[in-house]
Each structure stands twice: as C-alpha cells, then as structure tokens.
C-alpha cells in the first residue's frame, strides 16, 4: 500500500467517532491486517473489490457476526476515506462481503429472590458474594468490578469510581429504593367503622352585626360612622 493511504483514524478531525483511544486502536488494527493480507507494497489502485473480500473473509470470516460487521466497517470506513476525502483511486468493500445479522441476547435477568438466595448459602465464599451483588445491584461490567481496590470504595456514599469502557470514568452507585409505608393489619373479623364527623368549631370572633345606614336619623352622630352610600344620596338636597 501507499505511504500515503493512511488509515483514517489517523485524522481525527475528519472522523471524530475515533478520537476514542479504543476506538481508534480496533480500527487501526483491522486496517493494518487488512493492509497485510494485500501486501504494503503494492498501490492501492492496483487492488481490486474481489481482493478486499477475499482479504476480509481470510481474516474473519469465521469469527462472531459482530466480529465481521466491526471489522467490516473499518475497512470500509477507510476505503470511502481513501474515495471521497483525498480522492484517491480505491476499490470498495464487495456486495458479496456484506453485513451478517447479528443475533440478539434473550437472557433475562436473575430475580432477585434467587440473588437473595445465594447470598445465604454457607458454601459459597465470600469474595463470590460480594463480587455478585456488586454486580447486580450497580449494573456494572464484571471487569470494572474487579478492578476495583478496597481504597477505591466510598463505602459511606456506597460508590466506588470505575473506568467503564471506552475509558470513561464514572460512580456507579446502589440507590436503594425508598422505603415504603405499609397499613397496620387490621385483625380478622373486625369491621371499619366510619369516622365521626368533625365537630363544627366555634367562631372566635362573633359575625358584627350590619349598620342601619339611617342611624344618623334615630339621635346617633353621624360623625362618628360614615352613613351609606344609599343615605348620602337621600340627604343631598
């Protein structure tokens, strides 16, 4: 191959799905394979679509569905790179090498009385126990687990920083559920009663009673209380 035709996880600013360091190493390795099974010294011009499915079949042609669909689409990746972003003269990944259906995973997870179940057994150790409800109660990886260091746990936060995949760091915590307010058991034969009404509370203020708006007429002074509204217009005259 060319010196030239580099790999596109080379050129990170083109292809920013490979600046992941994991990412960025399968596909160098599936495009360095790739690159010996067809020779590096020959021009990648020279090579034609049968050869790249004759090299991809040869490597992982037994290999896992997943196995061939990653490694498929580096190659492929990097050969649409080579077309469309230095327009070079490359060949393509043939219709004959296509994608595999992959098989879905139908396991169900363990119940959790079952868990409960094996934590109890006296014959299992406890490095085991310890390992399996870390497991089920954070929903991380078992390799992330059992990198762990006893230093590493925040055992009062119940949180312990792992490096997931793809290098990522995060906390995976057990977040136990609230618990929940049950009823009192009432005894067998006994009959719910209705509850009393609430008795009707006393005011603390008496209602005040409402003004004559003539009282101004009977002796009282009107200075002392505004008549109404109904009294002034009787008055202006």
């Given at each position: 191959m060319p010196a030239q035709a580099a790999p596109p996880c080379q050129s990170g600013p083109l292809y920013p799905r490979t600046a992941n360091p994991n990412t960025h190493r399968a596909y160098a390795s599936a495009i360095d394979r790739?690159?010996?099974?067809?020779?590096?010294?020959?021009?990648?011009?020279d090579v034609t679509d049968a050869e790249i499915g004759a090299a991809l079949t040869e490597l992982w042609g037994r290999c896992a569905p997943a196995t061939w669909n990653r490694n498929r689409a580096a190659v492929a990746s990097w050969l649409l790179w080579c077309q469309t972003k230095k327009h070079w003269a490359a060949p393509s990944v043939p219709a004959e090498a296509e994608r595999r259906k992959e098989s879905t995973d139908e396991t169900r997870a363990v119940a959790k009385t079952t868990i409960h179940r094996l934590l109890s057994r006296r014959d299992i150790p406890l490095r085991e126990k310890t390992l399996w409800r870390m497991l089920y109660e954070t929903a991380a990886r078992a390799a992330e687990i059992l990198a762990l260091n006893v230093e590493d746990l925040d055992l009062e936060h119940r949180r312990a920083p792992v490096r997931s995949k793809g290098g990522r760091r995060h906390l995976p915590a057990?977040?136990?559920?609230?618990?929940?307010?049950?009823?009192?058991?009432?005894?067998?034969?006994?009959?719910?009663?209705?509850?009393?009404?609430?008795?009707?509370?006393?005011?603390?203020h008496p209602p005040r009673r409402r003004r004559n708006p003539a009282a101004a007429h009977h002796g009282q002074d009107p200075a002392q209380e505004p008549p109404h509204r109904h009294a002034l217009r009787q008055t202006r005259r």
């Open positions: 790739t690159i010996d099974v067809l020779g590096r010294d020959r021009p990648l011009a057990h977040r136990p559920r609230p618990p929940r307010l049950r009823p009192r058991p009432r005894p067998a034969g006994q009959i719910r009663r209705p509850r009393p009404a609430p008795a009707a509370t006393q005011r603390r």
